[in-house]
Protein backbone atom coordinates (compact mmCIF):
# COMPACT_ATOMS: atom_id res chain seq x y z
CA UNK A 1 0.00 0.00 0.00
CA UNK A 2 1.19 3.52 -0.79
CA UNK A 3 2.27 5.13 2.15
CA UNK A 4 0.88 8.11 1.65
CA UNK A 5 -2.68 6.72 1.75
CA UNK A 6 -1.57 4.67 5.31
CA UNK A 7 -3.39 5.88 8.17
CA UNK A 8 -1.28 7.82 10.35
CA UNK A 9 -1.26 5.61 13.61
CA UNK A 10 1.69 6.45 15.33
CA UNK A 11 1.28 10.51 14.88
CA UNK A 12 -2.70 9.77 15.94
CA UNK A 13 -1.67 8.19 19.40
CA UNK A 14 0.89 10.45 19.85
CA UNK A 15 -2.04 13.39 19.86
CA UNK A 16 -4.52 11.31 21.63
CA UNK A 17 -1.65 10.82 24.26
CA UNK A 18 -0.84 14.62 24.91
CA UNK A 19 -4.31 15.77 24.03
CA UNK A 20 -5.33 13.13 27.03
CA UNK A 21 -2.39 14.40 29.07
CA UNK A 22 -3.19 17.48 28.86
CA UNK A 23 -6.97 17.09 29.98
CA UNK A 24 -5.98 14.70 33.06
CA UNK A 25 -3.47 17.54 34.34
CA UNK A 26 -5.97 19.98 34.07
CA UNK A 27 -8.64 18.26 35.65
CA UNK A 28 -5.98 17.53 38.59
CA UNK A 29 -5.10 20.70 39.21
CA UNK A 30 -9.06 21.85 38.98
CA UNK A 31 -9.61 19.00 41.57
CA UNK A 32 -6.76 19.58 43.51
CA UNK A 33 -7.57 23.37 43.77
CA UNK A 34 -11.55 22.69 44.32
CA UNK A 35 -10.25 20.19 47.78
CA UNK A 36 -6.98 21.29 48.78
CA UNK A 37 -8.74 24.28 50.60
CA UNK A 38 -10.82 22.14 52.79
CA UNK A 39 -7.69 19.80 53.38
CA UNK A 40 -5.99 22.89 54.55
CA UNK A 41 -8.11 24.01 56.92
CA UNK A 42 -7.57 20.60 58.70
CA UNK A 43 -3.76 21.03 58.43
CA UNK A 44 -2.85 22.86 62.10
CA UNK A 45 0.70 24.63 62.44
CA UNK A 46 2.34 25.54 65.42
CA UNK A 47 3.97 29.38 64.94
CA UNK A 48 6.71 30.12 67.80
CA UNK A 49 7.65 33.39 68.71
CA UNK A 50 10.45 34.33 70.90
CA UNK A 51 9.89 37.32 72.67
CA UNK A 52 13.16 39.57 73.90
CA UNK A 53 11.53 41.97 76.74
CA UNK A 54 13.37 45.04 78.40
CA UNK A 55 11.31 45.21 81.27
CA UNK A 56 10.62 41.13 81.94
CA UNK A 57 11.67 39.70 84.93
CA UNK A 58 14.66 36.92 84.69
CA UNK A 59 12.33 34.61 86.70
CA UNK A 60 10.03 34.89 83.95
CA UNK A 61 12.82 33.43 81.75
CA UNK A 62 12.10 30.26 79.26
CA UNK A 63 7.95 30.73 80.04
CA UNK A 64 5.57 30.13 77.26
CA UNK A 65 2.21 31.29 76.67
CA UNK A 66 0.38 28.79 74.07
CA UNK A 67 -2.65 31.26 72.53
CA UNK A 68 -6.00 29.57 71.03
CA UNK A 69 -8.60 31.53 68.83
CA UNK A 70 -11.52 31.23 67.24
CA UNK A 71 -11.95 27.67 67.27
CA UNK A 72 -15.84 28.01 66.31
CA UNK A 73 -17.04 24.68 66.80
CA UNK A 74 -19.95 24.43 65.12
CA UNK A 75 -21.52 23.51 61.30
CA UNK A 76 -17.80 23.93 59.81
CA UNK A 77 -15.70 22.54 62.49
CA UNK A 78 -15.56 19.15 64.12
CA UNK A 79 -15.05 18.16 67.67
CA UNK A 80 -13.07 15.81 66.19
CA UNK A 81 -10.67 18.44 64.84
CA UNK A 82 -10.34 19.92 67.73
CA UNK A 83 -9.65 17.47 69.99
CA UNK A 84 -6.59 17.15 67.59
CA UNK A 85 -5.82 20.76 68.36
CA UNK A 86 -5.93 20.68 71.73
CA UNK A 87 -3.36 17.70 72.01
CA UNK A 88 -1.03 19.81 70.21
CA UNK A 89 -1.53 22.56 72.07
CA UNK A 90 -1.12 20.38 74.86
CA UNK A 91 2.14 18.85 73.87
CA UNK A 92 3.94 22.39 73.53
CA UNK A 93 3.90 21.91 77.90
CA UNK A 94 2.58 25.82 78.57
CA UNK A 95 3.09 27.58 81.62
CA UNK A 96 -0.13 29.41 80.40
CA UNK A 97 -2.88 29.10 78.17
CA UNK A 98 -4.48 32.31 76.52
CA UNK A 99 -7.54 31.87 74.81
CA UNK A 100 -8.95 34.72 72.23
CA UNK A 101 -12.95 34.26 72.25
CA UNK A 102 -15.31 32.90 69.34
CA UNK A 103 -15.34 29.15 71.02
CA UNK A 104 -18.83 28.58 68.85
CA UNK A 105 -20.69 29.02 65.68
CA UNK A 106 -24.21 29.40 65.06
CA UNK A 107 -25.40 27.78 68.40
CA UNK A 108 -24.44 28.34 72.21
CA UNK A 109 -25.64 24.53 72.55
CA UNK A 110 -21.43 23.70 71.70
CA UNK A 111 -20.31 25.61 73.86
CA UNK A 112 -20.42 22.80 76.61
CA UNK A 113 -18.34 20.42 74.43
CA UNK A 114 -15.18 23.69 73.77
CA UNK A 115 -15.62 23.58 77.64
CA UNK A 116 -14.95 20.04 78.19
CA UNK A 117 -11.67 20.15 76.14
CA UNK A 118 -10.14 22.89 77.91
CA UNK A 119 -10.66 20.87 81.84
CA UNK A 120 -7.78 18.83 79.90
CA UNK A 121 -5.75 21.81 79.83
CA UNK A 122 -3.38 21.93 82.83
CA UNK A 123 -0.83 24.51 83.10
CA UNK A 124 1.23 26.00 86.03
CA UNK A 125 -0.09 29.19 85.49
CA UNK A 126 -3.56 28.92 84.73
CA UNK A 127 -5.93 29.19 81.86
CA UNK A 128 -7.42 32.47 80.86
CA UNK A 129 -9.39 33.69 78.05
CA UNK A 130 -11.98 36.72 76.32
CA UNK A 131 -15.06 36.71 75.02
CA UNK A 132 -15.27 37.16 70.85
CA UNK A 133 -18.30 38.88 68.94
CA UNK A 134 -20.00 35.13 68.66
CA UNK A 135 -19.78 34.16 71.52
CA UNK A 136 -21.98 37.26 72.19
CA UNK A 137 -24.33 36.42 68.91
CA UNK A 138 -24.72 32.84 70.29
CA UNK A 139 -25.79 33.63 74.20
CA UNK A 140 -23.00 35.64 76.32
CA UNK A 141 -24.64 34.02 79.40
CA UNK A 142 -23.82 30.20 78.60
CA UNK A 143 -20.60 30.55 76.88
CA UNK A 144 -19.35 32.00 80.74
CA UNK A 145 -21.12 29.57 82.20
CA UNK A 146 -19.17 26.57 80.59
CA UNK A 147 -16.20 28.25 80.62
CA UNK A 148 -15.96 28.93 84.47
CA UNK A 149 -17.12 25.42 85.07
CA UNK A 150 -14.10 24.69 83.18
CA UNK A 151 -11.44 26.64 85.24
CA UNK A 152 -11.24 29.26 82.21
CA UNK A 153 -10.91 32.25 84.51
CA UNK A 154 -12.83 35.49 82.32
CA UNK A 155 -10.34 38.43 81.71
CA UNK A 156 -13.13 40.65 80.36
CA UNK A 157 -12.41 43.90 81.09
CA UNK A 158 -9.92 42.93 84.13
CA UNK A 159 -6.46 41.25 84.87
CA UNK A 160 -4.08 38.59 87.10
CA UNK A 161 -0.41 39.42 88.15
CA UNK A 162 1.65 36.25 87.39
CA UNK A 163 3.90 35.26 89.91
CA UNK A 164 7.38 33.78 90.06
CA UNK A 165 10.28 33.74 92.66
CA UNK A 166 8.57 36.59 93.90
CA UNK A 167 8.64 38.87 90.87
CA UNK A 168 5.12 39.11 88.39
CA UNK A 169 3.63 40.14 85.03
CA UNK A 170 0.51 41.53 84.03
CA UNK A 171 -2.16 39.64 81.76
CA UNK A 172 -5.30 41.37 81.15
CA UNK A 173 -8.15 41.38 78.74
CA UNK A 174 -10.77 43.41 77.37
CA UNK A 175 -14.42 42.97 76.10
CA UNK A 176 -15.37 42.36 72.60
CA UNK A 177 -14.88 45.55 70.24
CA UNK A 178 -17.81 44.99 68.71
CA UNK A 179 -20.19 43.61 70.55
CA UNK A 180 -19.16 44.02 73.88
CA UNK A 181 -17.78 47.37 76.24
CA UNK A 182 -14.19 47.17 76.54
CA UNK A 183 -12.35 49.11 79.21
CA UNK A 184 -8.33 48.63 78.96
CA UNK A 185 -8.26 51.05 82.15
CA UNK A 186 -10.08 48.67 84.29
CA UNK A 187 -8.05 45.51 82.97
CA UNK A 188 -4.52 47.57 83.56
CA UNK A 189 -5.57 48.53 86.74
CA UNK A 190 -2.10 49.13 88.68
CA UNK A 191 -0.01 48.33 86.51
CA UNK A 192 3.03 50.69 85.31
CA UNK A 193 5.42 51.32 82.38
CA UNK A 194 8.12 49.72 83.99
CA UNK A 195 5.80 46.18 84.19
CA UNK A 196 5.34 43.67 81.05
CA UNK A 197 1.79 43.39 80.08
CA UNK A 198 0.10 40.98 78.14
CA UNK A 199 -3.46 41.93 76.89
CA UNK A 200 -5.90 39.41 75.06
CA UNK A 201 -8.58 41.23 72.84
CA UNK A 202 -10.58 39.01 70.54
CA UNK A 203 -10.41 41.82 67.98
CA UNK A 204 -7.66 43.55 67.35
CA UNK A 205 -9.11 46.50 66.25
CA UNK A 206 -9.55 47.57 69.75
CA UNK A 207 -5.45 48.37 69.69
CA UNK A 208 -5.36 50.80 67.27
CA UNK A 209 -7.97 52.81 69.48
CA UNK A 210 -5.47 52.04 72.44
CA UNK A 211 -4.02 55.16 73.80
CA UNK A 212 -1.61 53.45 77.21
CA UNK A 213 2.12 52.70 76.59
CA UNK A 214 1.57 49.76 79.26
CA UNK A 215 0.79 47.34 77.13
CA UNK A 216 3.42 45.19 76.07
CA UNK A 217 2.33 42.67 73.49
CA UNK A 218 -1.60 42.29 72.91
CA UNK A 219 -2.82 38.50 71.41
CA UNK A 220 -5.71 38.95 69.17
CA UNK A 221 -7.96 36.80 67.03
CA UNK A 222 -11.07 37.59 65.06
CA UNK A 223 -9.84 37.79 61.37
CA UNK A 224 -8.64 34.27 60.43
CA UNK A 225 -6.07 35.73 58.44
CA UNK A 226 -8.82 36.19 56.12
CA UNK A 227 -9.33 32.20 55.92
CA UNK A 228 -8.22 32.72 52.06
CA UNK A 229 -4.93 34.30 50.59
CA UNK A 230 -4.17 35.13 47.70
CA UNK A 231 -0.20 35.12 47.36
CA UNK A 232 1.35 38.97 46.73
CA UNK A 233 -1.79 40.00 47.11
CA UNK A 234 -3.57 39.47 50.84
CA UNK A 235 -6.92 38.61 51.41
CA UNK A 236 -9.79 39.41 49.73
CA UNK A 237 -12.40 40.10 52.81
CA UNK A 238 -10.44 41.05 56.22
CA UNK A 239 -12.92 41.63 59.08
CA UNK A 240 -11.10 44.90 60.20
CA UNK A 241 -11.81 48.78 59.70
CA UNK A 242 -8.06 48.64 58.76
CA UNK A 243 -7.95 46.51 55.81
CA UNK A 244 -5.00 44.38 55.45
CA UNK A 245 -3.08 45.66 58.37
CA UNK A 246 -4.36 43.61 61.25
CA UNK A 247 -4.92 40.32 58.74
CA UNK A 248 -2.10 38.32 60.65
CA UNK A 249 1.42 38.30 62.31
CA UNK A 250 3.10 40.69 64.68
CA UNK A 251 1.80 44.37 63.47
CA UNK A 252 2.94 47.63 64.93
CA UNK A 253 -0.27 49.17 66.73
CA UNK A 254 0.20 53.14 67.99
CA UNK A 255 1.02 52.31 71.16
CA UNK A 256 1.41 48.80 71.01
CA UNK A 257 2.81 45.18 69.59
CA UNK A 258 -0.22 43.35 68.18
CA UNK A 259 0.25 39.66 67.79
CA UNK A 260 -2.83 38.32 65.67
CA UNK A 261 -3.06 34.83 64.92
CA UNK A 262 -5.20 32.96 61.71
CA UNK A 263 -6.97 31.00 64.20
CA UNK A 264 -8.34 27.58 64.86
CA UNK A 265 -11.20 27.21 63.01
CA UNK A 266 -13.49 28.38 60.22
CA UNK A 267 -16.74 30.03 59.81
CA UNK A 268 -19.16 29.90 56.53
CA UNK A 269 -17.07 27.75 54.68
CA UNK A 270 -14.74 25.08 56.06
CA UNK A 271 -12.08 26.03 53.90
CA UNK A 272 -8.65 28.13 54.18
CA UNK A 273 -6.25 28.84 51.53
CA UNK A 274 -2.46 29.72 52.01
CA UNK A 275 -3.48 30.77 55.39
CA UNK A 276 -3.15 27.26 57.61
CA UNK A 277 -4.65 27.48 61.28
CA UNK A 278 -2.49 27.63 63.78
CA UNK A 279 -1.60 26.74 67.60
CA UNK A 280 0.59 29.83 68.94
CA UNK A 281 3.40 29.34 71.29
CA UNK A 282 5.01 32.87 72.73
CA UNK A 283 8.61 31.85 74.97
CA UNK A 284 9.67 34.50 77.08
CA UNK A 285 13.14 35.82 77.46
CA UNK A 286 14.80 39.01 78.91
CA UNK A 287 15.86 41.41 76.26
CA UNK A 288 19.22 40.55 74.88
CA UNK A 289 21.57 41.19 71.78
CA UNK A 290 19.18 40.08 68.44
CA UNK A 291 15.99 40.99 67.16
CA UNK A 292 13.11 41.84 69.30
CA UNK A 293 10.87 39.32 68.07
CA UNK A 294 11.66 36.25 66.37
CA UNK A 295 9.38 33.44 64.78
CA UNK A 296 8.83 29.68 63.01
CA UNK A 297 6.82 27.60 61.84
CA UNK A 298 6.09 23.61 61.79
CA UNK A 299 3.54 21.60 60.60
CA UNK A 300 1.43 18.68 62.11
CA UNK A 301 -1.18 16.77 60.05
Known amino acids: MDSENSPPEKHYGRRTFLKGLLVGAGGFFLTSSLVYPFAEAQLCRVTRYQLNLKNLPPEFAGTRLVFLSDLHLGPTVSLDYLQRVVKIARSLRPHCMVLGGD???????????????????????????????HDYANDIISVRTALRQARVQDLTNTGVWLSKGGRRIRLCGVDDFMLGDPDAEA???????????????????????????????????????GQI?????????????????????????????????????????????????????????????????????????
Not at 250 to 256: E, G, S
Request: glycine residues 10%; negative net charge.
Open 229 to 301: RIPGWGAPVIPSLYGQKYAYGLVKAPKTQVLVTSGVGTIIVPARFCCPPEVVAVDLYPLQEGLPFTGSNDIFK
Open 103 to 133: YIFKSASYIWAVANLFKEIKTPLGVYGVMGN
Open 187 to 225: ALADATDADTVFMLSHNPDFLETLDDARVTLALCGHTHG
